[in-house]
């Protein structure tokens, strides 16, 4: 239990530290507790966790949601098949509480404005952050797995989650001046009212802390990916052939696409924020960076070509179709292929520095050097020229550490132009080609390898970068 509340409440707050107590009530979730906890520890038998209840009460669905994270994240694909199940039951769950007036599912929830007492409110949020954080964790299975979510932001008609600090409140006194600090907080609306009737959205998005900030940026992300899928629908297309006044198949480089993609792209990038990643930030913070470079590593490369590039779960033939879809998304945008190399390289630099592994870094790490492998495995046409010209053992004037934020000055100028120079991540050294497109699989190992939270998870994704090393097509165990 302290494992969970010191490690994994920190990147997950949805249960309310200060007010939690264990209880004869409460036993389901406090075995839930304990059992995700245990993802920090040697023990293994956290797996066996499993339980039914028939009062769908606030505890239920905390239960419920950590049974989920327990399950998505268990390293196994029976387990995360098997967690599919339980969506419908949380959604279920919070329903009479997120039905709005007139709702033949609506029930009357306690107060949520400072007139309430803390208890109150402590209650009302617990379920707001139920609610998001189950979203959260939809939106994390439709980037890792391409599942459609059950729901999406625009289904909850609760208040986002409040400030962290006033959350952390540890008694009645410091959430009344939380309260009192906060009375301009734009926090008492929807998430989704809250960006699509907001005049000033750069604004509101700066304002959004913690919790709200990570679910909103991840809602943010799936809504983009939909709505590009949406486009080269076979409805949308004839739509847009009517309102032409031509037939025009979308291929993703149209002119209408590059234009919606590029206004996308400056709505996401709202997300970035100003922290020092050097600082030392909280773990929700510290989330929110990885996750954010994640995201825009996927927003650049399609997550399903760089699994099929590899053979997973497909034919050879297939695989062939893949390396030569993947082979001209990266040719045909070199700078956005840079980014991609980029945010990956952060985002391998931060996991590899970090003291501990949260539940979403494995795959983060997997998908990550898998980049980075086929980065330089296909390369752009100047890292080519460099290879090709000064050999792997060469350099071109200083390395650019394409991981690190010291580079201020070159390295815009490397990603909008190709700048020719060797490039360098800490822990995998010189991008120099075949050398380097196992030493960054082989540094990810032994990373996943010491760690042991999430053992489980670790050692199945190790075993995928392992079989990528061996040409072998990766799988998970069932």
């Known amino acids: 239990m302290q494992l969970y509340f010191e490690f994994v409440n920190a990147q997950f707050p949805v249960l309310h530290l200060p007010t939690f107590q264990p209880s004869a009530k409460s036993w389901m979730l406090v075995l839930a507790v304990v059992a995700v906890g245990c993802s920090h520890s040697a023990i293994r038998n956290q797996h066996e966790f499993a339980g039914h209840c028939i009062d769908g009460d606030l505890v239920f669905g905390q239960t419920v949601l950590l049974h989920q994270l327990l399950m998505v994240f268990s390293g196994t694909t029976r387990a995360s098949l098997q967690s599919q199940s339980m969506k419908s039951i949380l959604v279920t769950v919070f329903q009479p509480f997120n039905s709005g007036n007139g709702s033949l599912f609506h029930r009357t929830r306690t107060p949520s404005s400072a007139e309430g007492s803390w208890a109150e409110w402590v209650e009302h949020e617990s379920w707001n952050r139920l609610m998001y954080f189950t979203c959260y964790i939809e939106c994390l299975q439709y980037v890792v797995w391409d599942l459609s979510p059950v729901m999406s932001s625009q289904d909850i008609r609760s208040p986002i989650p409040s400030d962290e600090a006033r959350w952390d409140s540890a008694t009645a006194d410091q959430w009344d001046q939380e309260t009192q600090r906060l009375h301009d907080s734009a926090s008492d609306l929807p998430l989704f009212d809250l960006l699509n009737k907001s005049i000033k959205v750069q604004e509101t998005i700066e304002r959004l802390q913690g919790s709200a900030r990570l679910v909103a940026m991840t809602s943010v992300y799936v809504e983009e990916k939909r709505l590009l899928e949406e486009r080269h629908s076979w409805l949308f297309c004839g739509l847009q ?37 050097y600082a030392n930030t909280t773990p929700l913070a510290l989330t929110h960076l990885k996750t954010y470079h994640l995201l825009s590593l996927l927003r650049r490369v399609p997550l399903r070509l760089l699994y099929m590039y590899f053979g997973w779960m497909m034919t050879r033939r297939g695989t062939q179709t893949a390396k ?137 994704t190790v075993k995928v970068l392992q079989q990528v090393i061996d040409g072998i097509p990766p799988t998970i165990d069932d």
């Open 241 to 277: 052939s009517s309102a032409a006044g031509q037939a025009q198949k979308s291929t993703g480089t149209s002119t209408s696409d590059q234009i919606m993609r590029r206004q996308l792209g400056q709505k996401f990038e709202l997300f970035e924020g100003q922290g020092d990643p």
């Open 324 to 460: 030569e879809e993947l082979s001209r998304v990266i040719m045909k945008d070199k700078q956005g292929a840079r980014e991609a190399l980029r945010h990956s390289a952060i985002l391998f630099r931060i996991i590899r520095t970090q003291t501990t592994t949260t539940f979403f870094d494995p795959h983060s790490l997997l998908i990550a050097s898998l980049y980075i492998r086929v980065y330089v495995e296909l390369g752009d046409t100047l890292l080519k020229e460099i290879l090709s010209n000064v050999g792997p053992s060469s350099s071109i004037g200083r390395p650019l550490r394409i991981d690190q934020d010291l580079e201020a000055d070159s390295l815009p100028q490397w990603i909008r132009l190709g700048t020719r120079v060797p490039l360098h991540i800490a822990g995998v050294g010189i991008l120099d080609g075949v050398e380097s497109r196992t030493r960054v699989l082989k540094e990810a190992i032994r990373l996943l390898g010491r760690r042991t939270e999430w053992k489980v998870l670790n050692i199945s």
